[in-house]
């Protein structure tokens, strides 16, 4: 036999696939040692991310993005799904992860559906909002557990596949070995070709391999082959045959990609595609004539899919980008709300109101990026938790403190009603005042006692003042003609011209002073305005009265003193002046503390009280200064 070039391999895709992912292809190069042949390279397929660790779960309404468009039953009730979640883990089944997604997602719905549809019944029913506490998730605690047994299960079955791609490798590079070994004899080749396309099947046979160690050994395993294939002395027939048989699975795999261009789904399509990636690979080399064209055939077809896939997948990403960004702005919202500040209920509900229509809004927005999709969601679970943790802190706190309220006036209505029959009418009064001070000091209570516990104080304390008003009807009229003598008092003294009047002004006054004081009591209200009107027309009257007795005074003194020296009686008044100076002092001290630290009404007519005796000292003070000036004027 002549010797037969070596043929030149299409480039090979290793099988990279991760479970529940989309499959990783690399771009791999074909090695030509033929001198027609060029060194070629296939086109890049999109690369796709490993799939993220499990995390805790979170709400069915933020499952991981889905790369398919795979479907999944539909579950009426918690305990389906967690009867298909024991299923699972106690079997050697395989799940993927988007089942295992739209279980939780169904999980939640059906468990809010319940929440939504308890509160609704507790409302319809007549319960208040306030007071609503939504049952526990019990079915959750076993969700979670079979959860975990099935995310173990899986992160087990992921170690095994490892372990199984680091096994294949060292096979394949054991495959190798033994190529490189029957390449080593050549006068044996050709016994040993049936050698080695057995091992060339076992290669076939062996699946995958880890990701970032399949290029090296599929260019390791081509060189292998193109080794084998330079050293083969075999029939131009029998490698004729061969490359006849190639051609014809080569093209029936162009063939399929090209169909792929039909497929709708983009996901699916490419799948379909690594697929026949492997088997084009696994197909031994055609005439080197065709080489180039038939792989540049399956290049084309492939770069129709894989540019849809690419474009599919930067659609997305743009698409999750701007979702993020609008979840971010949603997670920021109810963050900046400064729930320190809401002191009311209506604060609190209209912040309520629009963290809900906020949650309304995020289920309307789709998946953000993968790796951030979990991480965002649980910032604004964080964020609506606080939130609502607050408000029910707030709400349980207003709750305690309207029962508190509830507790102290029903204290408070209980002892007005044990007072309402008492006929001491003076020490009840206070009695019943005072508690009516407590109740307006006590903030408000729950709503459906309000009305019912202010009826009862209320009709307690009206029952005691209707009767004592009518056991004091005679009291009042006495007091209101009381009142009128007094005015006629007033009336009489307002009359008084001091300068026309005679007789003595000051026993008048006295006159009067005594029959006002005989006349009894007023009603209470009147009291001090009554009082006020008689003393300015009495300090009025005094004044005048005083006055002219001091001018009297005064000219007797002024008699007095003609032709003597008044020496003594110039020391005696001086002496004196300096008393009046001193008490007078005295007195304005006494009037600035009072002035500062009495309000009550009491404490007023003592300031009145002062102020007018100390207006008399300063009268007499000035007296003594005109007696000391006419003993000037005498010497």
């Known amino acids: 036999m002549t010797e037969i070039q070596n043929p030149t391999e299409e480039p090979v895709v290793e099988s990279t696939v991760a479970p529940a992912t989309e499959p990783i292809a690399t771009e791999e190069t074909a090695t030509a040692t033929e001198a027609a042949a060029a060194e070629e390279q296939e086109t890049a397929t999109v690369p796709v991310a490993e799939p993220a660790a499990e995390v805790e779960e979170v709400p069915a309404e933020e499952p991981q993005a889905e790369t398919s ?77 079979q959860m975990t047994i099935i995310r173990e299960k899986r992160a087990a079955a992921a170690a095994a596949l490892e372990q199984e791609r680091e096994e294949n490798y060292q096979k394949k590079l054991d495959i190798i070995n033994k190529i490189n070994a029957l390449t080593e004899n050549p006068d044996e080749i050709n016994r040993t070709y049936n050698d080695f396309k057995e091992l060339q099947q076992q290669w076939n046979d062996i699946k995958e391999v880890p990701a ?93 899919i894989n540019k849809r896939h690419q474009e599919y997948f930067e659609t997305r990403k743009q698409k999750e980008e701007e979702n993020l960004e609008k979840k971010t702005a949603i997670c920021e919202t109810i963050e900046g709300f400064n729930l320190d500040e809401l002191k009311t209920f209506a604060e609190w509900n209209a912040i309520s109101d629009k963290i809900t229509a906020l949650q309304a809004e995020w289920k309307t927005i789709g998946y953000a990026p993968q790796k951030m999709n979990t991480k965002i969601f649980e910032r604004f679970r964080a964020a609506c938790d606080n939130f609502f943790s607050r408000k029910s802190e707030y709400f349980q706190k207003v709750r ?60 307690a304390c009206d029952a ?83 006055q002219n007795a001091a001018k009297r005074r005064l000219d007797r003194f002024k008699e007095s003193i003609k032709g003597g020296s008044g020496n003594d009686l110039r020391s005696r008044l001086t002496r004196q002046l300096d008393i009046l100076k001193n008490e007078i002092k005295t007195y304005e001290n006494n009037l600035g503390f009072l002035s500062l630290s009495s309000k009550s009404k009491q404490g007023n007519a003592l300031v009145e009280e002062l102020n007018r005796k100390m207006e008399k000292l300063k009268a007499d003070m000035e007296e003594v200064k005109a007696k000391i000036a006419a003993l000037e004027e005498n010497k």
């Open 69 to 145: 468009t795979t479907s999944f039953a539909t579950y009426e009730t918690k305990a389906d799904i967690v009867a298909r979640l024991k299923e699972i883990a106690s079997s050697d089944e395989e799940v993927t992860r988007q089942e295992l997604d739209s279980l939780k997602s169904n999980f939640y719905r059906l468990h809010h559906q319940e929440a939504d549809a308890a509160y609704k019944k507790f409302i319809d029913e007549g319960g208040n909002a306030e007071e609503y506490t939504p049952a526990p998730n019990l079915e959750e605690g076993e969700f979670k557990e």
């Open 212 to 304: 970032e160690k399949a290029t090296a050994l599929w260019k390791t395993y081509q060189q292998a082959v193109e080794a084998f294939y330079d050293t083969l002395k075999l029939s131009n027939e029998l490698r004729a045959y061969d490359f006849k048989k190639n051609l014809e699975k080569k093209t029936a795999l162009c063939e399929a990609a090209e169909k792929l261009a039909d497929e709708t789904d983009i996901i699916v399509a490419f799948r379909k595609l690594q697929q026949l990636h492997q088997d084009f690979r696994e197909t031994g080399p055609v005439a080197s004539d065709l080489r180039e064209q038939i792989w540049t055939r399956f290049k084309e077809a492939s770069t129709v």
């Open 400 to 459: 305690d403190n309207l029962n508190q309220n509830y507790a102290l006036k029903l204290d408070l209505v209980e002892k007005a009603e044990a007072l309402k029959d008492s006929t001491d009418w003076k020490a009840t009064t206070d009695a019943l005042v005072e508690l009516q001070k407590k109740w307006k000091e006590i903030g408000t209570v729950p709503k459906k006692y309000s009305d019912q516990i202010w009826e009862r104080f209320n009709n």
């Open 464 to 546: 005691f003042f209707a009767a004592k008003k009518e056991a004091n009807k005679g009291a009042y009229s006495e007091q209101a003609e009381n009142m009128e003598k007094k005015k006629s008092i007033i009336a009489m003294l307002a009359a008084i011209v001091p300068e026309e009047f005679e007789g003595d002004l000051r026993a008048k006054l006295r006159e009067a002073q005594e029959e006002w004081n005989q006349i009894g009591h007023v009603p209470f209200k009147e009291k001090d305005k009554l009082y006020k009107l008689l003393r300015e027309q009495m300090d009025r009257l005094y004044g005048y009265a005083y």
